[in-house]
């Protein structure tokens, strides 16, 4: 299975190759129970035995704290994974913080009064969008029904993550919030029939299970208004089942990770070599599903994972980030030379102001959140992003990596949710310099949008670099491609764009977003419209572009939905209401 929608890049690949062969390793070394980490809050432990009397998911509604009797799922007969053997049983769980929210007021800008003539425009936009969705939904539903994907040329169907229907899950959220009740209910009625039962002998991608199903049902639950415990209850079956990939001697997690193994009571071990964002992307997802059960497992588990991340946050080859590919077996974040808020990596530091935002800004662990983002972000900027020379002289910013000390100048699409992640720690932490960075990234990807020859970045490129941020005597010709090299000429229905582009109007309230975000929409819809939905496309250096047979589920749950939102009444999941997870589903922040 392919990292979080990935086909990766072939330059990373074969830099992830190269890294593995060469990393100073600790060859077969598995920890003892004994360096398991100790509990840092003692004052209200629970035990870790699950009663059988305790209370089911009920319609609960949205709560701003969470159940004083921690929820159980009913599986209906289905198995359940709370059953299995446990090899390495907590004691005493952490605890969400508690205490006053500490969170500003106000992230998205409050909006005024707009004209009769700009509402039409939005409007008819906005249902252009919908008739997209609707078109893709409907092929889905009439051909693939309960399969992980649409083939969207061949019309066929595609099982790709688990073979429990990743676009059905995926798009339950985007059904509610364009408003199509009778598909939405139809969609829910087929996926809490879902078997999250150990039925496959091969392994199982944690991560993407996460950030899809558990974040599909969550994403449901709260934008559905937490009343159909339907939801809930499939949350919890399928966290139960990820949860269990976390049973290791020193509580990192198993990143492919085997059901069956673990029915039959063998033991899995953290992975010597793992990509971070594998390994370090639950926090979000986990979190709300202890803030809506009051079961604290889960938030237990992504604690210890951010602790280890605080811990070797300074102690890395390029202090203050953590590389691509990681040690969870000792743990060890500090061998590898990759570094990056590109693909592999993107999600961990996506995580780090959205947790806060989460945590409502309480107490200790938020501090740390916020602490954790000021210290990478600041690397980031001073080690990966530069400004990219440009016949316009735009004052933009590209995203690049940092390999073994040296700057790298590839850019990816991957990496364009950077624009909106600094700009929501911007407004979350007052600080404008993030902001202006986040606006000048958010930029550079509309920059290479509007210049690419049919209108749509490519999956990595290179520009020619200024020699600081902020100056650049250099420009192109105009004409000339504005890419000095096209590493991977893809363009495989991705959101990251288009998200910054969202999270910037929602922030600054500035309607350029919306007509940037209307160029990219009419690129995207005219050059992937197939017969039946749209397509990838293999080259989009080449006019016109060809397609091929791929629709992931992330077209439905994020790209079109982040279009949709950004042509409706900026009260639809308001940004001071709502976290998105990085597969744009969005929780509610507890008493909002």
Avoid at 68 to 91: C, M, Q, Y
Avoid at 110 to 136: L, Q
Avoid at 186 to 211: K, L, M, Y
Avoid at 442 to 459: F, L, R, V
Wanted: charged share 20%; with cysteine.
């Amino acid at each position: 299975m392919f990292f979080r929608r990935y086909k990766w890049p072939l330059f990373i690949v074969a830099t992830i190759v190269f890294l593995a062969t060469i990393a100073p390793l600790s060859a077969r070394f598995a920890p003892s129970k004994a360096t398991a980490f100790s509990i840092v809050d003692h004052k209200h432990p629970i035990s870790p035995t699950i009663s059988s009397s305790r209370p089911t998911p009920s319609s609960l509604g949205c709560s701003a704290t969470p159940p004083t009797t921690a929820l159980e799922s009913d599986t209906e007969g289905r198995f359940d994974w709370r059953t299995i053997a446990k090899h390495n049983p907590v004691e005493q769980y952490r605890q969400l913080p508690r205490g006053t929210p500490a969170l500003k007021s106000s992230v998205q800008h409050k909006f005024g009064a707009t004209s009769t003539e700009a509402k039409n425009i939005i409007a008819t936009r906005r249902e252009a969008v919908r008739d997209v969705f609707k078109r893709c939904w409907g092929s889905y539903k009439d051909r693939a029904w309960t399969k992980d994907e649409l083939a969207p040329i061949s019309g066929g169907a595609k099982d790709t993550f688990g073979s429990w229907g990743a676009t059905l899950v995926d798009s339950l959220d985007t059904l509610y919030i364009m408003d199509m009740k009778q598909e939405y209910a139809d969609a829910v009625s087929a996926a809490v029939e879902i078997d999250f039962g150990p039925r496959t002998d091969g392994e199982i991608n944690v991560f993407e299970t996460i950030i899809r199903y558990l974040g599909g049902f969550l994403g449901a639950y709260d934008v559905s208004g937490c009343h159909d415990a339907r939801l809930l209850n499939k949350a919890l079956e399928v966290a139960d089942m990820a949860y269990a990939a976390f049973d290791t001697p020193n509580r990192m997690p198993v990143s492919r990770w085997s059901p069956k193994k673990a029915v039959d009571g063998e033991e899995q071990l953290p992975a010597e070599s793992m990509l971070i964002a594998e390994a370090a992307s639950a926090s979000v997802e986990f979190t709300r599903l202890s803030q809506l059960t009051g079961d604290m497992r889960y938030f237990d588990a992504i604690s210890r994972v951010t602790d280890v991340l605080d811990q070797q946050q300074s102690l890395t080859k390029l202090p203050g980030m953590w590389p691509i590919s990681v040690n969870m077996r000792k743990p060890d974040l500090t061998f590898d030379g990759f570094f990056g808020l590109g693909a592999m990596a993107d999600s961990v530091f996506e995580y780090l102001p959205k947790m806060y935002q989460l945590l409502n800004g309480v107490g200790a662990v938020a501090v740390q959140y916020q602490k954790m983002y000021e210290y990478a972000m600041s690397t980031a900027i001073a080690h990966t992003l530069y400004r990219p020379m440009t016949h316009d002289k735009a004052d933009i910013l590209i995203a690049g990596a940092n390999i073994n000390g040296q700057q790298d100048y590839k850019g990816q699409h991957l990496v364009c949710f950077a624009g909106g992640m600094l700009a929501l720690g911007g407004r979350l932490f007052d600080n404008n310099t993030h902001m202006d960075i986040g606006r000048k990234l958010s930029d550079g990807c509309a920059w290479t949008y509007k210049n690419a020859p049919n209108g749509i970045m490519p999956e990595v490129f290179s520009m020619p670099a200024c020699p600081t941020m902020t100056a650049c005597d250099y420009t192109s010709p105009p004409g000339s491609s504005p890419f000095s090299e096209v590493g991977d000429g893809r363009y495989v229905l991705r959101p990251e764009a288009i998200e910054s582009i969202f999270y910037m109007y929602r922030i600054t309230g500035e309607s350029k977003y919306q007509d940037i975000a209307w160029d990219m929409f009419e690129a995207i819809s005219k050059h992937t419209r197939t017969d039946f939905a749209n397509a990838a496309i293999p080259d989009v250096m080449k006019t016109p572009p060809e397609r091929y047979d791929s629709m992931e589920s992330f077209w439905l749950a994020e790209t079109l939905k982040y279009f949709y939102l950004i042509f409706s009444d900026p009260d639809v999941i308001s940004l001071d209401d709502f976290v998105f997870n990085t597969e744009a589903h969005p929780f509610r922040i507890p008493g909002r």
